[in-house]
């Protein structure tokens, strides 16, 4: 089985910063694309930033300039770095990984979610 697991998340003000982590474990081979989606109440769920696992990055035009994506690969861990928080980037923040397990199973697993509020 596999398992992802954000962390980081909280309260901050606009202006503030805050940085996200998601581990993956268990039967992991080899990990594709890892991805931070974010759910605001009332809206659908949206791709804040992706990473291939040759490091290339991809950010919604939102959070470009403020935002950065990042793994660990030997961790299995990817990370956001969140700058210059603003009131609209309140929502909850989720992993998403293309997981090759051992047993050749290759699937889209995805964490529970981490809430990120930014109060004016």
């Known amino acids: 089985q596999v398992q992802l697991v954000e962390s980081g998340g909280g309260l901050v003000q606009a202006g503030g910063s805050l940085t996200l982590s998601c581990a993956a474990s268990?039967?992991?081979?080899?990990?594709?694309?890892m991805d931070w989606y974010r759910q605001a109440p009332g809206k659908q769920r949206e791709l804040v930033a992706d990473?291939?696992?040759?490091?290339?990055?991809n950010y919604a035009d939102s959070v470009k300039g403020r935002f950065t994506i990042s793994r660990d690969t030997t961790k299995n861990t990817v990370y956001l770095q969140m700058n210059n928080l603003k009131p609209e980037d309140t929502a909850v923040y989720y992993c998403?990984?293309?997981?090759?397990?051992?047993?050749?199973?290759?699937?889209?697993?995805w964490g529970p979610g981490t809430q990120v509020t930014v109060s004016s």
């Open positions: 998403n990984a293309d997981i090759l397990q051992f047993n050749m199973r290759y699937a889209s697993y």
């Open positions: 268990g039967n992991i081979f080899s990990i594709n694309d």
């Open positions: 990473i291939t696992s040759a490091g290339h990055t």
